[in-house]
């Protein structure tokens, strides 16, 4: 019987003979694996894949991992990376060859934005052309003869649009062009890019998969034959190793995902209600409200909204935007997402560090933005946080 997914990921041992009946897997935290006679290591060899003979390769607590988020996905198999960012290389320099041409989606996360234009560019003379991607001729026009991947990641970073994930894998197979998305906003979850045609889906686990703010991780799902050819080259060669740790780590959270993901959801919704209505905001950017320019998309292709959003007060005087975020409480000030504290960023904090001012205006985002992550708090709380710094501005 195919299970759901709260069912799936509550449970990790089937077999009540293994490990004594422990209840939680054990962590297999040891590098390499023996064998009884010249001949068992013999036949591991033949499949190095499927066997275990040493942790840069597989181990059995990765692999429960791999599978479970697989399942979720509803893809053939999974490969675990130790952070995000090592998944999104992977996946890239798997499709891609020297002077290949990418198409990616404007708003995508920083570093993965610099690795096309930084890295792939100037080690491959790979080129990219980036698009708004809300619109299917977007990608139409950008297609050229030696375009070999579309790269996308819906919601996107900073204003969470989105692309039409269906129409942008039907255009990309009429051209024999491979897909990547980058699904860690809505977890495979609440959303299913594999079923929509996608080639592969990378996630970073350090988000919403982790939950907890306590770990670095990054996965790859796709089918056997892409995995397959992932695990033998840009895990395996490039040294990737996921730790046992880790993976154990995101096992424990992986058993409360559906229950965290329906608070952050439920929340999410209230505080970008709360924000819309408060005069000293001029837009919420996200896709779970009513009001957001591709609700109707989102509705059609997600399952579900998490809790990450921004939005723009109405000023864009640094001195305000610094005392509106100096004010909160409850909030704290930092990097990354998805977990159980909820988090404010200003993007401009790093990206002026990173781009020039120009760059910064084309992501279509401006020094009053503002990224929150709700977290797990009660939201009528992180609301009267919010409000009485928000009304401060007014003073
Ligand atoms: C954080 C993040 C990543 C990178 O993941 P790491 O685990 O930090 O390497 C990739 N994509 C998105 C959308 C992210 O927010």
Redesign the pocket.
């Known amino acids: 019987m195919k299970r759901k997914p709260s069912t799936l990921l509550c449970h990790d041992i089937n077999d009540s003979s293994l490990y004594h009946g422990a209840v939680v897997p054990p962590i297999f935290q040891n590098s390499l694996f023996t064998f009884n006679d010249w001949d068992a290591i013999d036949n591991a060899f033949n499949n190095r894949e499927h066997n275990f003979i040493y942790s840069r390769g597989r181990n059995p607590t990765v692999q429960l991992v791999e599978e479970k988020l697989a399942q979720l996905a509803c893809g053939e198999r999974a490969q675990l990376f130790p952070?995000?960012?090592?998944?999104?290389t992977a996946a890239c320099l798997h499709f891609l060859k020297p002077t290949a041409h990418i198409i990616a989606i404007k708003n995508?996360?920083g570093?993965?934005n610099n690795l096309l234009v930084n890295y792939l560019s100037k080690k491959m003379q790979i080129e990219t052309t980036f698009v708004s991607g809300c619109d299917i001729h977007d990608f139409e026009e950008a297609i050229q003869s030696n375009t070999a991947l579309i790269y996308l990641?819906s919601p996107s970073?900073a204003i969470f649009s989105l692309q039409d994930i269906k129409a942008v894998t039907c255009l990309a197979k009429e051209h024999g062009i491979k897909t990547i998305i980058?699904n860690?906003?809505a977890t495979p979850l609440y959303q299913k890019p594999l079923s929509l045609g996608v080639d592969l889906e990378?996630?970073?686990?350090?988000?919403y998969l982790g939950g907890h703010s306590d770990i670095?991780?990054?996965v790859i799902i796709g089918k056997d034959s892409d995995i397959s050819s992932i695990f033998h080259n840009e895990y395996e060669l490039l040294g990737a190793k996921t730790a046992p740790i880790e993976a154990w780590l995101l096992l424990r959270s992986l058993r409360t995902l559906t229950l965290r993901l329906q608070k952050h959801q439920k929340s999410g919704l209230q505080i970008a209600q709360f924000l819309e209505s408060h005069n000293n905001v001029v837009k919420v950017n996200y896709p779970g409200l009513s009001t957001f320019d591709q609700h109707e998309l989102a509705k059609r292709q997600m399952f579900g909204f998490s809790g990450l959003m921004s939005f723009k007060l109405n000023t864009d005087d640094i001195n305000t935007v610094k005392h509106f975020v100096n004010q909160l409480k409850i909030f704290k000030i930092g990097v990354?997402?998805?977990g159980h504290e909820s988090l404010i960023y200003v993007p401009a904090i790093s990206y002026l560090k990173e781009m020039t001012d120009s760059q910064f205006k084309n992501m279509g985002i401006s020094l009053g933005d503002i990224r929150i992550s709700v977290g797990l708090e009660d939201p009528e709380d992180l609301i009267v946080d919010l409000k009485e710094a928000l009304d401060c501005i007014s003073k």
């Open positions: 952070s995000g960012m090592a998944a999104i995508m996360y570093p993965a990641e970073s980058d860690t906003w990378v996630h970073s686990c350090s988000k670095v991780g990054g990354s997402w998805g």
